[in-house]
Structure formats: structure tokens, C-alpha cells
């Protein structure tokens, strides 16, 4: 079993920028792909961000191009999501959430069903 934590949420104006945090428990965390998913009240989930166990390939939602940026610092057991040019339609629940078997070292994935352990969010809301 994995347990991911997520930190670094909060209250931000538009245009300005947060960090997001997701430390995983377990010795296989670079083995897993990751990803970043966010969820805004009466909406779908929604797929972020995400990168391969090898940290060589990045995925984002077209939304957030030029404006987040996931990493992952495999020594660590973490995995990054800086956000810039923050806008209140980002405003959501952040999740992050690790896929065991993501196969090659290039793959990420971007259906949610992918994954198998998440983590319990943080909020962030950006006030215009």
C-alpha cells in the first residue's frame, strides 16, 4: 500500500503562483508514473499533469500549458506541480495520484482509472 500527502494549497491572487507537494510512503516510488488531477465543485475530475516513473516524459492539459510545470525528485518520494499565472478558473481540489505498473518509461497516463493510489487533496483557490 502507498500513502500519498499531498501540501502546498492555499489562497492565491490571480497571476500569482503556488507549489504543490505530493510525498509518497514505500520504497517504489520511482517505479510509478505520476499524475496530478484537480476537481472543482459540480465539475468532472480532470487530468493536470502528469510524468513518467523515469521523470523524461511530461504530459499537461492543454489549460495549463506554459503555466505549470510537474517534477519529481525520486530521492525524495515526491512529486512537484509549480503553478504560475495562476486564474480562478483553476480553482479546485488537487489530487495526486501514483500508477504502479505504468509500463514503459515514457508512458504517462491521463485516464484516472489508470492509477491505484491517491491522494486526499488540497485546495486551491484563486481569487480574481
Known amino acids: 500500500q502507498v500513502h500519498l500527502v499531498e501540501s502546498g494549497g492555499g489562497l492565491v491572487q490571480a497571476g500569482g503562483s503556488l507549489r504543490l507537494s505530493c510525498t509518497a510512503s514505500?520504497?517504489?516510488?520511482?517505479?510509478?508514473?505520476m499524475g496530478w488531477f484537480r476537481q472543482a465543485p459540480g465539475k468532472e475530475r480532470e487530468f493536470v499533469a502528469g510524468?513518467?516513473?523515469?521523470?523524461?516524459?511530461?504530459s499537461y492539459v492543454d489549460s495549463v500549458k506554459g503555466r505549470f510545470t510537474i517534477s519529481r525528485d525520486n530521492g525524495k518520494n515526491t512529486v512537484y506541480l509549480q503553478m504560475n499565472s495562476l486564474k480562478p478558473e483553476d480553482t479546485a481540489v488537487y489530487s495526486c495520484?501514483?500508477?504502479?505498473?505504468?509500463?514503459?518509461?515514457?508512458?504517462?497516463?491521463?485516464?484516472?482509472?489508470?492509477?491505484?493510489?491517491w491522494g486526499q487533496g488540497t485546495q486551491v483557490t484563486v481569487a480574481s
Open positions: 495520484a501514483a500508477d504502479r505498473e505504468p509500463g514503459s518509461s515514457w508512458y504517462v497516463p491521463a485516464d484516472p482509472d489508470e492509477y491505484d493510489y
Open positions: 514505500g520504497r517504489t516510488f520511482s517505479s510509478y508514473a
Open positions: 510524468i513518467s516513473w523515469s521523470g523524461g516524459s511530461t
